[in-house]
């Protein structure tokens, strides 16, 4: 843990001069409200976007990429505020009919991943497509329960991933994409995965502090907004060091007074290995 590099320190930043036990931070986390961690870490997701954000799809709406694990993958689809002439890629978890007809009524987009099970007929398709694309065309739900849930015409894209060697079948409302857009959105979801598993390895969230539900929001919010952080120092001071250095540098400099340009300049590491490049492309468009 970072505080223990400041060890002779602590006592004068009212932690003591022992060992700081686990369930100290549980018990903080515990009973601490979430919500104003959730709230500064969306904050900071903004002010991150708004530097870092490189438009790689060329589109005028925002593109949200859903990723869980904790929870069933369609209740989070009822929680979601959302935005109109934005658009939601989802993973095959997300193959709720009833809110996808939801984002649709909102003047939204989706891409969803479609399962293999789905009962369809199609009613118009596509001739001329690009290379490894297999399928483009309209179709209408023909299962009882799922075409009351949607009654409107879908796009069903199917395209062969070359480096994967697998074909995916995509479900989207984005009548007006290209066939490659749409496989190309829902490639770059998998960064979303990768932010994740940065998060984990870096910031050390694979165990967490406190077992309720408010603690494990309360690290993980922690844990996003020290990466923004260190996302916009990077960008405003136009470091050439990865994101990973950077969280080094800065946990054992918690307590210096040194400026930052000084403390990275002086600072020198070796041998520095990350699992992704210095920060994930793409990750805030």
């Known amino acids: 843990m970072a505080l223990e590099a400041h060890q002779s320190r602590r006592y004068h930043l009212g932690l003591g001069r022992g060992p700081i036990a686990k369930t100290t931070f ?28 490189t ?8 593109v949200y990429a859903f990723d869980s694990t904790s929870v069933h ?70 299962d009882y329960i799922t075409s009351k849930k949607y009654k409107e015409k879908l796009r069903l894209v199917k395209f062969y991933d070359e480096e994967q060697g697998r074909e995916f079948s995509f479900l989207t409302n984005a009548f007006h994409l290209s066939s490659l857009e749409v496989a190309n959105l829902y490639k770059n979801r998998w960064l979303i995965e990768l932010f994740f598993k940065w998060l ?24 996003i907004i020290a990466y923004c952080l260190v996302a916009i120092v990077q960008h405003d001071m136009r470091l050439e060091r990865s994101t990973y250095e950077l969280l080094q540098i800065l946990s054992i ?21 990350e699992q992704f490049d210095p920060l994930i492309p793409g990750l805030f468009d």
């Not at 903080?28 to 500064?40: C, L, P």
């Not at 438009?55 to 925002?62: A, N």
């Not at 403390?263 to 290995?273: R, S």
């Open 73 to 142: 993958d369609s209740k989070v689809m009822k929680e979601t505020p959302y935005e109109s002439g934005s658009y939601y890629v989802f993973d095959r978890g997300y193959n709720a009919f009833k809110e996808l007809y939801h984002i649709h009524q909102h003047e939204s987009f989706f891409i969803v991943r479609a399962k293999k099970n789905l009962q369809y007929k199609c009613i118009k398709w596509r001739r001329r497509m690009p290379r490894n694309v297999l399928t483009d065309s309209e179709i209408m739900l023909t």
């Open 55 to 62: 438009d790689i799809f060329k589109l005028k709406g925002k």
């Open 26 to 53: 549980a018990t903080a986390n515990q009973n601490r409200d979430y919500r104003i961690f959730e709230e500064f870490a969306f904050y900071m997701m903004d002010q991150a976007r708004r530097k870092r954000a």
């Open 253 to 273: 400099s918690l307590t210096d007074k040194t400026p930052l340009k000084e403390l990275f300049e002086k600072t020198k590491f070796n041998d520095v290995k």
């Open 200 to 223: 984990k390895q870096h910031l050390k969230i694979k165990k967490f502090w406190g077992r309720t539900e408010n603690a494990v929001r309360i690290q993980i919010s922690a844990a």
